[in-house]
C-alpha cells in the first residue's frame, strides 16, 4: 500500500467490503505489504499535488483539479472522505518504516488507516515528523519506540525494501496491487465484487486473471492514472 495513492486509499476500502461479503472472511489473514511511489524524492521535500498531476500530465492547473475532484467523487461514494486542496505530494519512506514497526506491535492496520485519512482527510501532512508520532501514538504505539525508528534511518528500512523486492518478483508496477494465496493478482482500485469473485475464486483454487485494464491506480513514478476530464 502507499499512502500518496488515492486509489490504495479507495481500493482498500473496497476489498474491505468485498472481504466482508466473503463466506470464508474470518479464515482470511490480510497483510500490508511497502510500495513507494516516488522512492527516488528527497526526505522532507513536499509539493502540492495538483502541480505534479499538471505537471506528470501536461495539463493545466484547472485540469488537475479536475482530476483530484473525479477521485474524490469515487473515494466519497465509498464513504470516504477526501479533500481536494492543500495536500502534499513527498517520500513515505519513513511512513513504511514505522507501518513495519506496527506490524512488530500488531497494530499495521489501526496505522495504515489513521495515515489514510490524514492525508486524505485532514488538514495533516503525514510528511511532518511529528504528525507521524502522533498517529503512532493514536494507533497504540509507545512514542518513544516510535521516535527511536523516526530517528535512525536504517530501522525496518530493509523490511519495506524486502517488500518492494517482493512486489516486483510479483510484477507489481501499480498499486494497489492484491495478492491472493501468493498466486492470484488483482490490480487497481476495483469494484467490492470484484475482490469477493477473486477471494471465492482463490478458496476454490482457480486460477484467475490478473485485472488490470479497467483499474485506475498510481504508477512507480508518483502519478496516479484517472479518466481525463
Known amino acids: 500500500m502507499v499512502h500518496g495513492c488515492p486509489w490504495c486509499y479507495i481500493g482498500k476500502a473496497r476489498f474491505t467490503k468485498g472481504l466482508a461479503d466473503f463466506a470464508h472472511r474470518d479464515q482470511v489473514e490480510v497483510v500490508f505489504r511497502s510500495f513507494e511511489l516516488d522512492p527516488a524524492g528527497a526526505k522532507g521535500v513536499t509539493a502540492p499535488v495538483v502541480e505534479m498531476l499538471a505537471k506528470k500530465y501536461g495539463r493545466t492547473l484547472d485540469e488537475a483539479r479536475g482530476m483530484e475532484e473525479h477521485v474524490a467523487t469515487t473515494a466519497r461514494a465509498e464513504g470516504l472522505e477526501y479533500r481536494t486542496d492543500g495536500r502534499d505530494h ?14 512488530a506491535r500488531g497494530r499495521q492496520e ?41 530517528a535512525d534511518d536504517s530501522a525496518y528500512a530493509g523490511e519495506v525494501r524486502a517488500d518492494e523486492r517482493e512486489a ?19 490490480s487497481g482500485g476495483q469494484p467490492a465484487e470484484v475482490f469477493t469473485r477473486a477471494l471465492e475464486q482463490a478458496w476454490a483454487g482457480r486460477e ?22
Open 90 to 103: 513527498g517520500n513515505t519512506f519513513d511512513i513504511h518504516r514505522l507501518l513495519h514497526l506496527a506490524a
Open 110 to 150: 489501526e496505522l495504515l488507516d489513521l495515515a489514510f485519512r490524514a492525508n486524505f482527510a485532514e488538514e495533516r501532512s503525514v510528511f511532518d515528523p511529528e504528525v507521524l508520532i502522533a498517529l503512532a501514538v493514536e494507533a497504540g504505539l509507545d512514542e518513544a519506540e516510535a521516535r527511536a525508528v523516526l
Open 168 to 186: 516486483a518478483e510479483l510484477g507489481a508496477n501499480s498499486v494497489p496491487f492484491f495478492v491472493f494465496d501468493r498466486r492470484y493478482g488483482v
Open 208 to 229: 484467475i486473471e490478473e485485472l488490470v485494464a479497467a483499474a485506475e491506480a498510481c504508477e512507480p513514478d508518483g502519478a496516479c492514472a484517472v479518466p481525463q476530464v
